[in-house]
């Protein structure tokens, strides 16, 4: 509802507290987006060179959405987040109407995940994560002071829709997001112990029921395999794990300065731009490096939840919540599968690998909590 000032209110209150910015979390936004670039250059380069490419190939693609991300972002914080919850089903409604129609392109690798528009693949599970946090603040946000079974059944409901359009593509990372976002968000609403113990049970009980009725593709079980077992085929299904470890080893303290290293320039590791960028990092610039990135991620998520716990109500509170399991999320298993101690996804590292779809995602999620941080104190003299 839109705020209005009182007739009778002095000029001192009349005159609109204006609110700047979040400029830590645009800040970092920006490094690590800027550092993603270069660590994309480094990692493409030499790839592209032997396809006689232009060698800043990949990284010229990902400066248009880097430039467009940071421009949607920016035109998102001018909105008003609390009309979101108005648009959420809406937005909600179209994701899914996309997720379905992945199905009817072609097969990617082996997987059904992009709709191709010609000159850029749209990939709707990325936005259906953001659609998804959108819809469960809305749904949580009617439901304090307690949390009723009604409004935990729609909450699951909200996710199980996507997840399971997700699943079928197959993407078993993607869809595990929307599983660690609702538990968080009923976490942040307010879910009793003996909910929580219910969910979940419930939770490990449909686990257990998608491995015995073996819905899980066989790439899918020798991810899990190579994780348990690290040596298990080398040069087989342990490959990735084999040489993402290594790259990041190698880099050892201070690492082997940008543009060096082995893995890298010999291509090593696959999907390095996107998948494993953190193995160019690692490799590149060392323990060091990876620690400021760790760290960076870690300003990133601390100042999300600082403007969940200043939000100026329940929605932009949960809002701002999901947004940081989202982030949260995405790096400890990216950086996770990089380091041996998560298994191998496609989830790409926030703001950092390649891909339109995921920085345009993540860019929205700024805007949207920037403009939470903007609003996040009533005016004085203003009602409504």
């Known amino acids: 509802m839109t705020l209005l000032a009182r007739p009778d209110a002095p000029p001192a209150i009349t005159d609109r507290r204006r609110n700047s910015s979040d400029r830590i979390l645009i800040t970092t936004s920006v490094a690590l987006a800027l550092l993603g670039l270069l660590m994309i250059y480094s990692a493409t380069r030499v790839g592209l060179e032997r396809n006689d490419l232009p060698a800043s190939f ?4 990902q400066m248009i959405f880097v430039a467009a991300g940071m421009i949607l972002a920016g035109v998102i914080s001018f909105f008003d987040y609390r009309e979101f919850r108005h648009l959420a089903h809406i937005v909600y409604g179209v994701t899914i109407v996309l997720l379905g129609l992945v199905f009817f392109f072609r097969p990617v690798n082996g997987a059904q995940r992009w709709l191709d528009l010609g000159a850029f693949q749209l990939q709707p599970s990325e936005f259906s994560k ?5 819809v469960l603040a809305a749904v949580l946000a009617r439901a304090e002071p307690r949390l009723p079974w009604t409004k935990v059944a729609q909450a699951l409901g909200v996710m ?15 869809m595990l ?11 942040g609403a307010g879910i009793s112990a003996r909910q929580a113990l219910v969910v979940t049970g419930g939770g490990v009980g449909v686990t257990l029921a998608i491995i015995q009725l073996g819905l899980l593709q066989e790439f899918q079980l020798n991810r899990i395999r190579v994780l348990i077992t690290p040596t298990l085929d080398p040069t087989g299904i342990g490959w990735n794990l084999r040489q993402s470890i290594l790259a990041v080893g190698s880099g050892q303290l201070t690492g082997k300065g940008l543009f060096q ?12 731009g996107t998948d494993f960028i953190f193995t160019a990092v690692g490799e590149q610039l060392g323990f060091v490096g990876g620690i400021l990135v760790i760290a960076a991620f870690l300003v990133l998520v601390w100042r999300l939840l600082a403007i969940a716990a200043t939000a ?14 989202i982030f949260a999320f995405h790096v400890f298993i990216n950086i996770g599968m990089t380091i041996g101690i998560m298994p191998v996804t496609g989830l790409p590292l926030p703001f950092m690998s390649a891909g339109g779809s995921s920085f345009l995602n993540f860019a929205i999620c700024v805007g949207i909590a920037n403009s939470i941080w903007l609003r996040r104190s009533p005016v004085p003299g203003e009602v409504g």
């Open 58 to 61: 990949s990284m010229e693609r």
């Open 130 to 134: 953001t659609a998804c946090v959108l």
């Open 160 to 174: 199980v829709i996507p997840a399971i359009l997700i699943f079928l593509q197959p993407d078993l990372g993607t």
């Open 177 to 187: 997001v929307f599983v660690f976002v609702v538990m968080v968000m009923l976490f």
């Open 261 to 272: 290293g082995e893995q890298t320039n010999f291509q090593y590791v696959p999907e390095q």
């Open 312 to 325: 100026r109500n329940r929605f932009g509170a949960l809002v701002a919540l999901g947004i940081a399991a």
